[in-house]
């Protein structure tokens, strides 16, 4: 049996969605332990994904057994895999859980088979990737990543799914540990789905964001966000998460979901440091000293579920029982 932990990734924003003429994109996140989720592998007649405990498994579970068997057939494998996922956060819910699930399914497969890969390669056969790179990066590498997203060449922003050049991969320019601060995440019950032709609209409607705006984007995830990482500085790190959520780019996602700014102005006011949305929602991310009891409070207020996490500067990790 082959087993690989899981981590999540909190995606605090993408930055240069203006009308750009350099490179496009570009963004911040980083990684975290969430609830223990993990793939468990089994050599099998056929490939079989079971998801458990999670919305849309059955939908998920096709689409990535799709992905295995043209895998099998494009590299001619004969050894195929029984997966069972457990504690995985909803899909769809910002935490970046079905590109994480997809790399790790990809790489068992190929474990199994003996097959020798490279990051890139488990990259390029997931197909994901075309828009931000903190998910992928942090599948391998967990910490935190700044990247300055792809090059222009004078085309429209799109979602990952709708990304035109997937051999095209975001640039890494920072990748840090993350300091050993716990992290509150919350899901709550109700929430829009922003993702297909959904998230798609919404890019259309948003993109370009006016260029001030996204100078301001940049100015806190780099002087803000990055350098407090660096210098462990707590104080300006929940500052600049604050004031990210007002920028343009980050509050239009946040204004997709007609409770989000309530839902993070009242983990404000229970105490948290600070609060903000982990990519298109929507999973609401917090800092605070008492962070289980936030957690609590909310989850009573709003419903859903959340978890208390650890940072992961590891990434995901492989073990051979």
Not at 11 to 27: F, P, S, V, W, Y
Not at 175 to 189: F, N, Q, T
Not at 263 to 289: N, R, T, W
Request: proline share 3%; net charge negative.
């Amino acid at each position: 049996m082959l087993t690989i932990n899981i981590p999540s990734r909190i995606h605090i924003t993408l930055i240069a969605m203006h009308e750009c003429d350099l490179r496009k994109n570009g963004g911040i996140g980083f990684s975290i332990q969430n609830m223990g989720a993990q793939a468990k592998f089994y050599t099998s007649q056929e490939n079989n994904v079971t998801i458990e405990n999670r919305k849309e498994n059955c939908k998920k579970s096709m689409e990535i057994e799709n992905i295995l068997n043209n895998i099998c057939k494009f590299m001619n494998l004969n050894k195929f895999v029984e997966i069972h996922v457990s504690n995985l956060p909803d899909f769809h819910s910002g935490l970046g859980s079905g590109t994480s699930l997809i790399l790790a399914c990809i790489e068992g497969l190929l474990i199994i088979n003996d097959v020798t890969y490279e990051d890139r390669d488990l990259i390029n056969l997931s197909n994901r990737g075309g828009t931000s790179g903190i998910g992928i990066q942090t599948y391998f590498t967990g910490g935190f990543i700044l990247d300055v997203g792809v090059n222009s060449n004078n085309t429209r922003h799109l979602p990952s799914s709708y990304a035109e050049n997937i051999s095209q991969l975001p640039s890494v320019i920072h990748r840090s540990p993350m300091p050993a601060w716990k992290v509150g995440v919350v899901i709550p019950d109700v929430f829009s789905k922003i993702d297909g032709e959904i998230e798609m609209n919404f890019f259309n409607r948003v993109c370009p964001i006016q260029k001030n705006e996204a100078l301001e984007a940049c100015y806190l995830s780099v002087f803000g966000v990055t350098a407090a990482i660096v210098d462990n500085n707590y104080n300006s790190f929940v500052k600049s998460i604050s004031r990210i959520q007002k920028t343009r780019w980050k509050n239009e996602e946040i204004n997709e979901h007609s409770l989000a700014s309530q839902q993070i102005e009242y983990l404000l006011h229970l105490g948290a440091d600070c609060a903000g949305m982990s990519s298109v929602g929507p999973a609401l991310y917090f800092f605070a000293k008492n962070i289980s009891e936030i957690k609590s409070n909310f989850i009573d207020r709003y419903g859903g579920y959340g978890f208390v996490s650890d940072m992961n500067n590891t990434g995901r990790t492989v073990c051979l029982n």
